[in-house]
């Protein structure tokens, strides 16, 4: 009995444990892997019966395909989605506005900003009309997004159609975020007993306990590789180290560790292009520029074709990704890129190419063209002297001793030779 009081007590004074909460971190451009995280994190989330996902953003933008799905996902989540612009200075601009105005309760932390929703098309021209019609698209499904949600409407459409961007302060005024918490403690305080509208019209109240459990979603090690390698600046830096590596094993077969290298880094650069969305006007420049790089190496053309190699490759560099500018290499990062694989390309070319050209100097075949000395009249068979050896010799024409010949064919120990002048 005494046994049973002391367990009630225990339990009635032992502090409620809070509901978990599943955090997400959105810290990259937006792309299928980033799809593939909050997929997992939502299974994470029904797994553990989490009360909350927290997605904390700071991403640059990213593919607009990408956002639409994990747009569509946010809405038929099963717990309530907040979105979190976190740390200071963090920002949620693009692509990262549409997931914070998707999210049931969209917050951001002091010197946070958010907005330029404007849709970025790459690698083509864009006429007036249809350029109008994409924005159109875009704010539409912002203002679906915004007036379900009960926020300002007509300033979210503005950050697609005039790219206009929010301070955190601003957001706030303006009724298009509705929290503004110091870090996450403080959010979590906040949304304790908050109710939340959700997407199809209920409304939750949010019971995170005075403790809430917060667990990180941790990527697997394929999304950690997918996610480091699809920056498209590492992406194709592995390309071209692969390429390299390849290279160098096929013109000197038997090397073996330069083949397996550049076999696995030309793989993991392909991986992490893979997952963007590629222009063919890019991928024919930098095949022009290989081209132009083996071209130059075979013709005396005073640094043309390299020069042109290197620049078609600094072009398909910039224009290989067909997406918003924060998914494109930049001016600088293909520069950097470009020059010393042009440089290295064009050398190892060089010297394949002069071996090619180069006379064989072993074996009978090495003996053509060479010149000696009649031992013997030729008349037209004798001795020859060449290359420090004693040869039986035919001769084109009759030749005296001591007079100079050159090789001119060889069957088997037989030279065939004519006499110089």
């Not at 002069?354 to 037209?380: D, E």
């Amino acid at each position: 009995m005494r046994l049973l009081w002391l367990l009630c007590t225990v339990l009635l004074w032992s502090p409620a444990r809070g509901a978990e909460v599943i955090r997400l971190d959105v810290d990259s451009v937006v792309h299928p892997v980033t799809v593939e995280m909050l997929g997992d994190a939502l299974k994470m989330v029904e797994e553990r019966k989490a009360s909350l996902l927290l997605i904390r953003l700071d991403t640059p933008g990213g593919l607009m395909e990408a956002s639409r799905e994990m747009v569509e996902m946010i809405l038929a989540s099963p717990v309530p989605v907040v979105a979190y612009v976190s740390p200071g200075s963090a920002r949620a601009a693009s692509a990262g506005f549409f997931l914070l105005m998707a999210a049931d309760v969209a917050a951001m932390a002091p010197g946070t900003r958010t907005g330029a929703a404007s849709p970025v098309m790459m690698g083509q021209e864009v006429d007036p009309v249809m350029r109008r019609k994409i924005e159109s698209d875009a704010g539409a499904w912002m203002r679906s997004l915004t007036t379900q949600r009960g926020r300002n409407a007509e300033l979210a459409q503005e950050t697609v159609t005039e790219a206009r961007s929010f301070t955190h302060d601003e957001a706030m005024k303006a009724n298009l975020i509705d929290l503004v918490a110091q870090d996450e403690a403080e959010l979590l305080k906040l949304l304790d007993g908050r109710e939340v509208k959700r997407f199809d019209g209920k409304v939750v109240k949010l019971d995170l306990g005075e403790s809430p459990a917060v667990t990180a979603y941790a990527p697997s090690l394929r999304q950690k590789i997918l996610k480091s390698i699809s920056s498209p600046s590492v992406a194709f830096a592995l390309l071209l180290l692969g390429a390299l590596g390849l290279y160098v094993e096929f013109s000197s077969p038997g090397l073996i560790a330069p083949g397996v290298l550049g076999a696995i880094l030309a793989l993991l650069g392909l991986t992490g292009l893979s997952v963007m969305p590629i222009s063919w006007l890019g991928v024919s420049l930098i095949i022009l520029a290989l081209a132009l790089f083996v071209l130059e190496a075979k013709f005396a053309s005073y640094g043309i074709l390299a020069t042109g190699g290197a620049i078609s490759m600094v072009l398909g560099a910039m224009l290989l990704i067909d997406g918003p500018p924060e998914l494109r290499i930049g001016l600088a990062p293909a520069i950097a890129l470009v020059l010393p694989f042009a440089a290295i390309t064009l050398f190892l070319v060089t010297l394949v190419v002069r071996a090619h050209r180069n006379v064989s100097v072993t074996g009978t075949t090495g003996m053509i063209g060479k010149t000696g000395v009649a031992r013997t009249p030729l008349t037209p068979n004798g001795k020859v002297f060449v290359h420090g050896e004693l040869w039986d010799a035919t001769c084109t024409a009759e030749a005296a001793e001591g007079a100079r010949v050159r090789v001119v064919s060889i069957e088997g120990l037989r030279l065939f030779v004519e006499p110089l002048p």
